[in-house]
């Protein structure tokens, strides 16, 4: 256990180190690159390839290599996975090679495709979700081995919806994604509601509205969140008028996890 530890700190050193500051480094554990990404608050990319593989090779030599693709060597765990004996991973569900995951820490899988892609399809890729996950991992630390308490799970759904907000397409909607997943996750009566409500922010404005309206509250907080979701929802269509109704009950009160009227708060005023 001890030599491990000395392993793990020996490599996570190596990977800071400006030996090796701008070229990938590739892991060939897993279990390490997760170690490592957790303490690093980075995101995982994972190649899992062949020897015998032809576009395995043709990427090593044409992609991985390329000095576009060795500059986001700093952004990422990068490891590789050798199936030269089969496609069995238990980590992975992988039916052809290369195939390619984006991954966080706690083996969320964020991205994954199949097939050779050219350096510039991967540059794309890894600029999208080259972004900044310390928030996420810092509220994801404290949902701990799936036991789940009401406001540490909605406070990382409402991290990944916030998230989402500021980064590229493909990698926002990995971060809605894992933010629906997480409202979902919450059972307790008492958290239920507020979920519930907070999760319709995942939905498309008018999908939300037309729930939102439907629905009857009778407790304080989750009303004056249904007339903020109301307010940015009638905004959002720009109907401005009518968000100013529904803005008009809310605007002094303190929103639970976020503020969720926060780019309409000036316009609404």
């Known amino acids: 256990m001890r030599l491990q530890r000395i392993c793990i700190l020996f490599i996570g050193l190596m990977l800071c180190s400006g030996l090796v500051k701008g070229q990938i480094k590739w892991l060939d554990s897993y279990d390490l690159a997760k170690v490592l990404a957790k303490e690093q608050n980075k995101l995982i990319v994972v190649d899992c390839w062949a020897r015998w593989c032809g576009p395995c090779l043709a990427m090593d030599n044409k992609v991985w290599s390329d000095s576009k693709i060795q500059s986001y060597a700093d952004r990422f765990i990068f490891v590789k996975?050798?199936?030269?004996?089969?496609?069995?991973?238990?980590?992975?569900?992988?039916?052809?090679i290369p195939a390619i995951f984006i991954c966080d820490a706690?083996?969320?899988?964020?991205?994954?495709?199949?097939?050779?892609?050219?350096?510039?399809?991967?540059?794309?890729?890894l600029n999208s979700f080259g972004f900044d996950i310390s928030k996420v991992y810092l509220d994801k630390q404290k949902v701990k081995d799936g036991v789940f308490e009401g406001k540490d799970v909605l406070k990382l759904a409402m991290t990944y919806y916030e998230v989402s907000l500021d980064i590229d397409r493909?990698?926002?909607?990995?971060?809605?994604s894992l933010s629906k997943?997480?409202?979902?996750?919450?059972?307790?009566?008492?958290?239920?509601?507020?979920s519930i409500l907070l999760s319709?922010?995942?939905r498309a404005p008018k999908r939300r509205?037309?729930?939102?309206?439907?629905?009857?509250?009778?407790?304080?907080?989750?009303?004056?969140?249904?007339?903020?979701?109301?307010?940015?929802?009638?905004?959002?269509?720009?109907?401005?008028?009518k968000a100013k109704v529904y803005f008009e009950q809310v605007k002094t009160i303190s929103l639970p996890y976020c503020d969720l009227l926060k780019e309409e708060r000036t316009l609404l005023h």
Request: aromatic share 12%; glycine share 4%.
């Open 106 to 125: 706690w083996n969320s899988k964020l991205k994954n495709f199949i097939g050779y892609k050219d350096k510039m399809e991967m540059s794309k890729i």
């Open 209 to 241: 509205l037309k729930v939102l309206r439907g629905i009857k509250i009778n407790d304080r907080e989750n009303l004056m969140l249904q007339n903020a979701l109301l307010a940015k929802s009638y905004f959002e269509l720009n109907k401005k008028e």
């Open 181 to 194: 997943q997480y409202f979902k996750k919450e059972k307790n009566h008492i958290w239920m509601n507020r």
């Open 170 to 176: 493909d990698a926002s909607l990995a971060m809605k």
């Open 81 to 96: 996975l050798d199936l030269s004996s089969g496609f069995s991973n238990k980590n992975f569900a992988v039916k052809a």
């Open 200 to 202: 319709f922010l995942n």
